[in-house]
């Protein structure tokens, strides 16, 4: 059974950085598909950013890029996203995601959360202006 229990959230002022973490429990963490996604109040789960663990390929929300960064450590079976210059509509909870299926990786397919089989239970980011 694979887990993945997120941690790192928190609330911070607008400009500031925060890194979420990740970790895998229950499967060796390589070939995978993992993302992060977001959801604020009101609102539709969003796709974040996302790699191909096997050849680190990652992928960005337009609204998140150059400013996140998705990484991943396979020693510690934990996927990161640093995020900085941190804006209030970045507030949501944050989710990690993961499937076996690579295709989901694919520019297309990686923003919708229906292609995700493992969630985690999210953490809070909160961005005051």
């Known amino acids: 059974q694979v887990q993945l229990v997120e941690s790192g959230g928190g609330s911070v002022q607008a400009g500031g950085s925060l890194r979420l973490s990740c970790v895998v429990f229950?499967?060796?963490?390589?070939?995978?598909?993992m993302g992060w996604f977001r959801q604020a109040p009101g609102k539709k789960r969003e796709g974040v950013a996302v790699i191909d663990t096997g050849p680190g390929t990652t992928y960005y929300s337009d609204s998140v890029k150059g400013r996140f960064t998705i990484s991943q450590d396979n020693a510690k079976n934990t996927l990161y996203l640093q995020m900085s210059s941190l804006k209030p509509e970045d507030t949501a909870n944050y989710y990690c995601?993961?499937?076996?299926?690579?295709?989901?990786?694919?520019?297309?397919?990686?923003?919708?959360?229906?292609?995700?089989?493992?969630w985690g239970q999210g953490t809070q980011v909160t961005v005051s202006s």
């Open positions: 995601a993961a499937t076996f299926n690579l295709w989901a990786c694919a520019p297309g397919y990686w923003n919708s959360d229906v292609n995700f089989g493992y």
């Open positions: 229950g499967y060796t963490y390589s070939n995978y598909c």
